[in-house]
């Protein structure tokens, strides 16, 4: 039983919160001071919905429709009616971690007190969560403005018991019939709580969350990755001096070159690079790599710094103020999120690709410096790793069209009232899909550097102790080494799960210490 518990109060989340309920299905309570503003809060919208004119969002219809008084025996009906029209979604189910992610930062903004809910309906909605169940949430139906519309319709549908779930067991079953199961009570909504329950930025802010999670190891990982192969090949270390990243001084450089240079402390392989095939310098996919990685870390660094903003946002049409006015707004519309997606997408491509080269040039007996071709046992008889780049250089590919923003599209909708969208659950969409992309591309260049280095090592040559710990990691994992050729992808699905489980990462820091 998971015992970690987040409270949610009314100012906001941390991505850690994020994702202790998204994967590790931590337990949710709501801060008294959240459900006090909450009561406070639709108290003023009782007030309105009271009041003979029209009050968007309480008291008229939606989007190009927004033009209609709805009478007060109407409005339990709109918001029924709001909630099963836009659960329009199609195609895949949405993945259970971001489901949560989404439900979770709804929550959150519910928790605000100022979308003017019921507190009844955010603990309604953390039961859910605390139970177990995840509504079945749709591919397609997002344009990433007006909030992520139809997932999270899909969402407050489960919430007023209907449409499908999944329970804890992983069945999808009727939302109903889980919910009786728990003993949830289905939510009859009032003014306004439809409209609060689908209008926000949440799917791709989860997702975007769990994106910054992921790629934060994985530039680690990368960095690694980078010193192993220039150790592999006999380059010189000397390039990775921090009074050279000094003097051009972004943060993330100069942790990727600081990263490298642990890693490669002690090393007997590196500063060949003048012997039996001298070169006066090396290669930019090794000599760069801090420049590369480390423009992605600051890339980066940039997108927490959005997400915590949005984490600590109320996002809402329209919101309840401090001094009780309703007003509408735009803050539903999802271009800081998308464009930071998007970003991440590019950096993460660059870093495949950059990562990618390093494989080919050890693969390559023109440019290995004394390695096999393919670093094959019996090159000609055994072919080694040369599918192993293809597969390699077929994930840069994808990742290369992953890259392409979908921040700069717009397809113009609800009449022309929403006229401008930002498309940014399309673009965590494809980055979920380039992060897991990115890993595996990593995972491919530790398996042929650290086949490389062990047949350094026959050869004589002496690793670096972090390079020698990761070598003993790996091969304890399950991940064979040197020899004749074998059925390949299990190998690299190990290596794959070695990379994404953080294990390359913890294996260097036994004897570097902490990276950054």
């Known amino acids: 039983m998971n015992m970690h518990t987040v409270v949610l109060g009314p100012h906001g989340a941390t991505p850690e919160d994020v994702l202790a309920v998204a994967r590790a299905s931590a337990h949710i309570e709501l801060a008294p001071a959240a459900t006090d503003g909450m009561a406070a809060a639709r108290h003023v919208v009782d007030s309105l919905a009271a009041r003979p004119e029209p009050v968007y969002g309480v008291s008229t219809g939606f989007g190009a429709l927004a033009v209609r008084h709805i009478s007060p025996e109407l409005r339990a009906q709109l918001q029924r009616s709001l909630v099963r029209s836009h659960a329009a979604g199609m195609g895949p189910h949405v993945e259970r971690e971001v489901v949560r992610a989404l439900m979770f930062l709804r929550l959150k903004t519910l928790a605000s007190g100022r979308t003017g809910v019921r507190p009844l309906v955010a603990e309604t909605m953390a039961a859910l969560l605390n139970a177990g169940i995840t509504p079945v949430v749709h591919e397609y139906g997002s344009l990433g403005c007006s909030g992520d519309l139809a997932p999270l319709a899909h969402c407050a549908q489960v919430l007023m018991g209907e449409g499908e779930a999944e329970g804890g067991d992983g069945v999808v079953r009727p939302a109903a019939e889980l919910l009786a199961a728990h003993g949830i009570e289905p939510i009859e909504l009032r003014e306004k709580e439809g409209l609060a329950l689908i209008n926000g930025t949440d799917g791709m802010l989860g997702m975007l969350v769990m994106a910054c999670a992921d790629l934060g190891g994985l530039f680690t990982a990368a960095d690694i990755t980078a010193a192993l192969s220039l150790e592999a090949l006999l380059g010189t ?267 390359l990462v913890r294996a260097a820091e036994t004897v570097t210490g902490p990276l950054a």
């Open 237 to 503: 270390d000397r390039v990775l001096a921090p009074e050279l990243h000094a003097i051009r001084p972004h943060p993330g450089q100069a942790a990727s070159a600081a990263n490298m240079a642990k890693v490669l402390a002690g090393s007997g392989l590196t500063g060949h690079h003048q012997d039996d095939a001298p070169r006066v310098q090396d290669a930019y996919s090794i000599r760069c790599a801090p420049q590369v990685a480390g423009a992605g870390r600051d890339t980066l660094a940039h997108a927490r710094l959005v997400a915590d903003r949005e984490l600590a946002a109320a996002v809402d049409n329209p919101v309840v103020l401090e001094d009780g006015r309703v007003e509408s707004n735009g803050n539903f519309h999802g271009a800081p999120v998308g464009y930071v997606l998007d970003f991440l997408a590019i950096a993460a491509a660059d870093l495949g690709s950059i990562a990618e080269r390093r494989t080919d040039r050890l693969l390559d007996r023109n440019r290995s410096h004394g390695l096999p071709p393919f670093l094959a046992d019996d090159p000609g008889v055994d072919s080694g790793l040369m599918i192993a780049q293809y597969t390699q250089a077929a994930l840069v590919s994808e990742m290369k069209r992953l890259a392409v923003p979908a921040s700069v599209d717009s397809v113009p909708s609800s009449a022309m009232q929403e006229d401008h969208v930002s498309m940014g659950w399309s673009a965590a969409r494809k980055l979920r899909t380039a992060v897991d992309a990115l890993a595996r591309i990593i995972a491919v260049e530790m398996f042929a550097a650290t086949r490389a280095l062990e047949i350094r090592a026959v050869a004589g040559g002496s690793p670096a102790p972090a390079t020698a710990a990761v070598l003993a990691a790996v091969r304890d994992a399950g991940v064979p080494g040197p020899g004749r050729d074998r059925f390949l992808s299990p190998d690299l699905e190990a290596a794959h799960a070695f990379v994404r489980s953080g294990a």
